[in-house]
C-alpha cells in the first residue's frame, strides 16, 4: 500500500500497489502494521457499504459526535465517486477546509478519514457503491451532520444537475462553530 499525505491535517490517500500476473492482480487492502508506521487509527468495529442506484446520488456530510468520534477508511469498490472530507476540528490547522477526491472500483484508491472530520461523496455513475471500514460501533444518538453546500465550507461538488439527496441531508443548520 502506498501512503500519500491528503492535504487535511491527518487524512491520507491510500493506494493499491497491485502484483499483477497471466490471472490478474493481488494486492492487499488493510495492513495493521503499514497503518501503525504512519500514525494511524487501526482498530475496526464495523464494515459497512452504501449502494447507489442513480448517478449524482450525495450523501453527507455525516460524523459521529463526541465521545463516539470515529475514524473511518473509504473505498469505492463499483463505480466511481466524489469523495469529500471536511475538518470540523476546532484546534486543528485545517479547521473548516475540505478535501475532495475521485475514488473509484478502477483506481482501487481509499481515503482514511480521522476522527472529528465529517464525510460525504456524490456518486459519478450509476450503480455505485462504496465500502467503509470503521473504528467506532454507530451511536444514533451521536450522529450528526452538517449541509454539503453550506456557505462556510464551499464544497465544489460535481454534476450539479439532477441530484439525488435525502431530505436529512437538505435540513441541516448553518454551521454556526
Avoid at 456530510?61 to 463505480?79: D, I, L, N, S, Y
Avoid at 482501487?108 to 467506532?136: K, N
Amino acid at each position: 500500500m502506498k501512503f500519500t499525505p491528503a492535504p487535511l491535517a491527518g487524512a491520507w490517500l491510500i493506494d493499491l500497489e497491485p502484483i499483477a500476473d497471466e490471472r490478474g492482480s493481488f494486492a492487499r487492502t488493510w495492513c495493521e502494521r503499514e497503518m501503525e508506521a504512519h500514525g494511524l487509527v487501526t482498530r475496526v468495529v464495523q464494515c459497512s457499504v452504501s449502494r447507489n442506484t442513480r448517478k449524482s446520488t450525495l450523501r453527507g456530510m455525516h460524523f459521529q459526535a463526541a465521545p463516539h468520534e470515529e475514524m473511518k477508511v473509504v473505498r469505492c469498490t463499483r463505480g466511481a465517486i466524489f469523495d469529500v472530507i471536511l475538518d470540523l476540528r476546532p484546534g486543528s490547522a485545517t479547521f473548516k477546509r475540505w478535501f475532495g477526491a475521485e475514488l473509484s472500483a478502477a483506481n482501487g484508491r481509499a481515503l482514511y478519514v480521522p476522527a472529528g472530520m465529517a464525510h460525504g461523496f456524490q456518486s459519478l455513475v450509476d450503480d455505485t457503491e462504496v465500502a467503509y471500514q470503521i473504528s467506532e460501533f454507530h451511536h444514533p444518538e451521536s450522529a450528526r451532520g452538517v449541509r454539503w453546500d453550506d456557505p462556510a465550507f464551499s464544497i465544489e461538488w460535481p454534476q450539479a444537475a439532477s441530484r439525488v439527496i435525502h431530505p436529512k441531508d437538505l435540513a441541516y443548520p448553518d454551521f454556526a462553530g
